[in-house]
């Protein structure tokens, strides 16, 4: 175990930070998050997402217009139909 542990201690001792890190990471943090281009990545996703998602809901909702239209138009002939029928009865009645 004695070479475990100096290994440890080894990976786990102070070290000095790189030359210009405090700047770098002073630099990071006064960046407002969501800028460069991981920024423009994420909101162009984000759009992307709104657009295929609004645009299956216009394409349901018109599905759903187009089966609705279909419904009427055969509703029509049936009436047609039935009142010809009626009609017709009313003559043989006669």
Do not use: C
């Not at 162009?44 to 609705?68: D, I, S």
């Not at 055969?74 to 139909?81: D, E, F, P, Q, V």
């Amino acid at each position: 175990m004695d070479g475990l542990e100096k290994h440890l201690r080894d990976a786990l001792a102070r070290k000095e930070p790189p030359a210009g890190f405090a700047a770098k990471a002073g630099a990071a943090a006064r960046r407002p998050a969501g800028t460069g281009w991981r920024g423009w990545a994420v909101q162009g996703l984000a759009a992307a997402l709104v657009l295929v998602v609004a645009g299956g809901l216009a394409y349901r909702r018109h599905e759903g217009e187009a089966a609705k239209e279909q419904v009427m138009q055969a509703m029509r002939i049936t009436a047609s139909r039935l009142n010809r029928i009626q009609a017709r009865v009313r003559e043989v009645r006669r």
